[in-house]
């Protein structure tokens, strides 16, 4: 049944895109790629044809724009008409500037039914799919104290909740938050029953507000997801139980370029490669990079350096477009079938390792120089994600890897469910290296030594004859005894804190 569902959506998504500006001529295994921009906020200087040229010359068809007033429509009739000449489509996302603290669950419902309503309405003939809400569960997640809906108060000497359960959003502000989502779907739909809503969360685990979103009526057709790190299928997996396609409006190496351009360059491409694997298998129809340009006035956040081109001052007032950064020749090559991916050796280059030492830990994350006495489960975390993914955890992914720990899942569990991930599998696994090469690579991250004739020998046999696979390799390495002496932090008694 739901094979048959997939098709007719297919079927219904090729003869949207077959009339809308931008999106002709789709490919049912290639999402259509698109980047995120601020045309009517930021980028002073800029002219809207400045950006759409740039967005075309990317080979991008889709540019995403906020609109968070109705004022800013005439503003945005203009760039709809200047992309329509370049054949770009663009996706508004809607972003009310209500004041959710005050404002009654009454007065923002009708207040994002009339603006979805009104925007709708003006734009029905030349856009189609409308992203309604931008990341607003984030104002709704529980913390520190707070009481949750089973009468249970949360702990005072936590942070912010992860947000993969509908428990972990604190009710009033979610009333909020609900209120302007059914207003925002509602009004839309009133306005043109067959226009598309596209609807979601922040990504970073937040899976329990679809779930509170189903449940209190919010209406939506595609459902959205952020990504900046890590492996999205999980998310992916979970979202496909909705039975709607998928749109990444928002993805991205975390961070953007803070630790250089060539460390955004490199995952921005892993993150397009894996983008492309999972679109067949999980309908994912579009996927938006973030974002156009950098925006150096919000320095020296990561905010400043998130984009393919930079910006450069102006000698009297303003900014000019400036030099395209390395991520921008990764977009040119992956839009211009040129990049082949990860699983075909034609992505990002992972060098053979020829120590351990050698493995780019960006400075920051070392398993060698790291802090072995500290045994707390905070602590646990971040080694495990320096030894297996070499790099440190986001918050959310160092906090949801906490909680697994808190309620009784080892470090060491944790730490191999990170060698089950599809991040360690790009990096180390799938990488073009042959057999020899991947033995030794995992030696060296693993066990911090080369690997002796014997070992290289017999696990390079087992390789070559699929009676091991490299998985497994990497498995049976972190479970043997050598493995536990050398990383004796991932078996220690954990300190709850």
Known sequence: MRRWCAFIAAVVFASWVLVSPGFAQQSSTEPMWGVNGHPFNSYPGVSFTEQLDAVKGLGLR?????????????????LVS??????IGILPVVTPLFDLDLESTAALYDKSFQLANALVARFK???????????????????????????????????????????????????????????LSDGASAADPAVRKAMGTAGWGHLGAFKRMRDDGVRWDISVWHHYEGDPEPAFRFLLAFDKPIWVTEFNNSGGSLDGQQRQAEGLEKMMVLLRRYAPKYRIEAAHIYELFDEPYWAPGYESVMGLIELQKKKDDGWSPGKPKAAHAVVLKETSGEGGGLAAGNGAQVAAVEGASEIDYSGKCNPDTSDKAETKVANQVVYSYCLALGRLPAPQEQWQSTLEIKQGQ?????????????????VNLDTGLNDGDVVSRLYRLLLRREADGQGLNGYVSQLASKTLSRLDLALALSQSGEFRERHPLLFSVQQVQ
């Open 62 to 78: 889709s540019y995403r724009v906020n609109i968070s007033t109705l004022d800013e429509a005439d503003k945005m009739a203009t």
């Open 82 to 87: 200047l992309a329509k000449e370049r054949g």
């Open 125 to 183: 003939p030349d856009i189609r799919v409308w992203e309604l809400g931008n990341e607003m569960e984030n104002y709704a997640i529980i913390t520190a104290c707070e009481m949750q809906d089973d009468g249970i108060q949360y702990n005072c000497g936590w942070g912010p909740a992860a947000g993969t359960e509908p428990s972990h959003y604190f009710t009033p502000r979610w009333q909020k938050v609900s209120a302007v989502l059914r207003g």
């Open 410 to 426: 080892s470090a060491f569990s944790v730490f191999e469910s990170l060698l089950r991930s599809r991040e360690f599998s790009a």
